[in-house]
Nanobody
Framework: QVQLVESGGGLVQAGGSLRLSCAAS??????LGWFRQAPGKEREFVAS????????AYADSVKGRFTISRDNAKNTVYLQMNSLKPEDTAVYYC??????????????????????WGQGTQVTVSS
């Protein structure tokens, strides 16, 4: 399994944009996912993407505003976040799935299906 390091968080005004990056220590054919955890709340799914990039999934709360992508040559997964809202404030984590998911499989969303969690990057959206 790989080790993951997130970056790109910061403070942004509502309506603004940020791009998060998650660098893996080596190549992986597993699905990579983004999750977030706000203070006092459980960690929740944000988005996931399989190795080819053809299978993605998004939480309803971010659909249409966030885009997940990956560059396998750089062993990196990205989360482009647009039209940010104060309720997007959280620590954002990336993780690697336990299993391999093809283009035809339903992309995983549950935290229990992921491992190799990064240390997280803080995103704060001011109103």
């Amino acid at each position: 399994q790989v080790q993951l390091v997130e970056s790109g968080g910061g403070l942004v005004q509502a309506g603004g944009s940020l791009r998060l990056s998650c660098a893996a220590s080596g190549p992986t054919d597993k699905t990579l996912g983004w999750f977030r955890q706000a203070p006092g709340k459980e960690r929740e799914f944000v988005a996931s993407i399989n190795r080819s990039g053809r299978s993605t999934a998004y939480a309803d709360s971010v659909k249409g505003r966030f885009t997940i992508s990956r560059d396998n040559a750089k062993n990196t997964v990205y989360l482009q976040m647009n039209s940010l809202k104060p309720e997007d404030t959280a620590v954002y984590y990336c993780a690697e799935s336990y299993g391999y998911y093809s283009d035809y499989a339903v992309s995983p969303r549950a935290t229990a299906m992921f491992r190799s969690w990064g240390q997280g990057t803080q995103v704060t959206v001011s109103s």
